[in-house]
């Protein structure tokens, strides 16, 4: 069974940095190229970033372009995003999502990280 | 990379057909065969229920089906059921990067 879960949200004051983490299992995690969106409260979803299954590829949504980095360790079948800078705005929950066919097959539960001073 | 436009609220009598509509541009929806949608109901993670514009993945139900013209992707939901009540988001890819739709509430009268 794929299973993928986030985790490392919480409250973090606006400037601050935060690291999230995504553990998968159930699947060959190095076949799939792996994605995070996030969710406003009460808004909809955006796409933040995709990494190819080897790391050797990174995109990026406008909005956090420059302050998150996606990353991947194949060896402990993890993904992370690295959050700086982080704003007010940023406050959501953001879940990690399998893909394939450019579709995201598999979610996590979310983790919810909230920026305020 | 603006949100493709979907309708506020989409809503149906149980039985009833529905359909949703995603309207993007030839940069998104209209250059790609890769649009998909997603269920979402409160407090719970999306789940994808369409993706390739009309491919469903296993185990959702056939009364969900997706089509696209130019620049608009639609997703049709036959035979209206009382758990089809959620959001409805869809999704393009656009070259390099991914946008998806201001989303749909579905309300089953």
């Known amino acids: 069974e794929v299973q993928l879960v986030e985790s490392g949200g919480g409250l973090v004051q606006p400037g601050g940095s935060l690291r999230l983490s995504c553990a998968a299992s159930?699947?060959?995690?190095?076949?799939?190229?792996m994605m995070w969106v996030r969710q406003a409260p009460g808004k909809g979803l955006e796409w933040l970033a995709n990494?190819?299954?080897?790391?050797?590829?990174?995109y990026y949504g406008d909005s956090v372009k420059g302050r998150f980095t996606v990353s991947r360790d194949n060896t402990k079948n993890s993904l992370f995003l690295e959050m700086d800078r982080l704003r007010d705005d940023d406050t959501a929950v953001y879940y990690c999502?399998?893909?394939?066919?450019?579709?995201?097959?598999?979610w996590g539960q979310g983790t919810l990280v909230t920026v305020s001073s | 990379q603006s949100a493709l436009t979907q309708p506020a609220s989409v809503s149906g009598s149980p039985g009833q057909s529905i359909t949703i509509s995603c309207t993007g541009t030839?940069?998104?929806?209209?250059?790609?065969?890769?649009v998909s949608w997603y269920q979402q109901h409160p407090d719970k993670a999306p789940k994808l229920m369409i993706f390739?514009?009309?491919d469903r993945p296993s185990g959702v139900s056939s009364r969900f089906s997706g089509s696209k013209s130019g620049n608009t992707a639609s997703l049709t939901i036959s035979g209206l059921q009382a758990e089809d009540e959620a959001d409805y988001y869809c999704?393009?890819?656009?070259?390099?990067?991914?946008?998806f739709g201001t989303g749909t509430k579905v309300t089953v009268l």
């Open positions: 999502a399998r893909t394939n066919s450019h579709a995201l097959f598999f």
């Open positions: 999704c393009s890819f656009a070259g390099t990067s991914y946008v």
């Open positions: 990494i190819k299954y080897d790391g050797s590829d990174k």
């Open positions: 159930g699947f060959s995690f190095s076949d799939y190229w």
């Open positions: 030839n940069s998104d929806v209209g250059a790609y065969y890769l």
């Open positions: 390739g514009v009309s």
